[in-house]
């Protein structure tokens, strides 16, 4: 049995073939029914002449319907009219199943494909979105694993939130209440005071009432932390990997970014080191920026879009305001109001994909900050321990994989990013 890949590479010209998959297209004349047939690898037309067929046999091959399923034997010819350049003159087939009404057509509404994401995802747009996924997991992992990081794997069910209370996804444990993980990263922190550099990739969860084209409620966090590094050092790798997943991308899914209609060039261009920019110097020249802010005001969505349109390649933004950020971030010891901390944003208005920063490791700091944030200390005891049994200097970040998904694709919503997305409004399929 070959794969369509096999076809299109040229191995099996002038040869038989025997291959299997699903029905792509189709159409059919008085005598000839051409079949383009898809598999995991790619699609092929197939062409079934009437006079080597039955009657019978003809009409059957020449009704069949979209996504049906079948095998079909024949003979490999070149031919550069048709779609992929390679057409099977089919010799014999076998019908596995026939549809009937497959509901999927043009123009369908947004939430009916939501609807029926089960069968949305065969699409050839959205199977090539999931192979390029597919890498920029793999190129993640690789990436980490040849820098001697270790991966790890920590608890979804946890006692203590990282981002704010209001975000949690409260759930039973045996007559106790505990939360959905919105991040891994108070465990990771623990772990390198061992393995020095760890990092994980899991789902994170956040019960945040966000409608937007970037936010879902379920989502795929690629997390490091490492001990010895600064919030300067922590960008460095991350500038690093995200070239080196962009790079992979390129390399091995380039037909698959061409399905997708993803301008190559603007990807090619994504290069380290990237641009620092501190946040007061963006308040300090907003419309630079396109923007209308002061001091003290966050970089909502709005703003990293405009902010981001005026670049090629990502860049950071660094030393925002205390008051906007989570309480485990270190203040900057020159300047106390802001914190050693930096967002990673996307290009082409895709804006934040990266969160990342120094921890506060000193013991008194942290629980100035929680005190701060009014935050009870026995909530957080086993974080404090960390900085009373041999506590050093390291930093961390969190990378949105679905975000990155949906910029290297070049896709409108981060809904199509991901299979089955989870949003306030949809938990089906």
Known sequence: MDHISDILEGSRTGKSTEIRGWVYRSRASANVAFIVLRDSTGIVQCVASRENFPESRFKEISGLT??????????????????????????????????????????????????????WVRSR?????????????????????????YEVHTPFMVSTATEGGSALFKVPFFGEEVSLTQSAQFYLETLIFSLENVFTISPSFRAEKSRTWRHLTEYWHAEAESA???????????????????????????????????????????????????????????EKYGLNIKYGDDLGMEEEREITKRF?????????????????HRPDPENEDEILCHDMLAPEGYGEIIGGGERIWEMDVLVKRLKEYGLDEKDYY???DLRRYGSVPHSGFGLGMDRLVTWICGLQSIRDAIPYPRTIRRFKP
């Open 66 to 119: 979209l996504e049906s399923s079948i095998v079909l034997k024949g003979t490999v010819v070149e031919d550069k009219r048709a779609p992929t350049g390679y057409e099977v003159k089919v010799g014999d087939f076998t019908i596995i199943q026939r549809n009937d009404n497959y509901p999927i057509t043009k123009d369908l509404g947004e939430e009916f494909l939501l609807d029926i994401r089960h069968l």
């Open 312 to 328: 090629q390649k990502p860049i950071f933004v660094t030393h925002y305001p205390a008051a906007l950020k989570t309480f485990y």
């Open 382 to 384: 086993w974080y404090l």
């Open 125 to 149: 747009e959205f199977t090539s979105m999931m192979k390029i996924r597919s890498t920029i997991f793999d190129a993640t992992g690789e990436y980490f694993m040849d820098r001697g990081f």
């Open 228 to 286: 010895w590094v600064d919030n300067e050092g922590m960008m460095q790798i991350e500038e690093k990997l995200i070239e080196h997943v962009v790079k992979r991308v390129i390399e091995d899914r380039s037909d698959d970014l061409s399905i997708m209609k993803r301008d190559v060039g603007r990807l090619e261009k994504i290069r380290a080191p990237f641009d620092r920019i501190r946040y007061s110097g963006i308040v300090k020249e907003p």
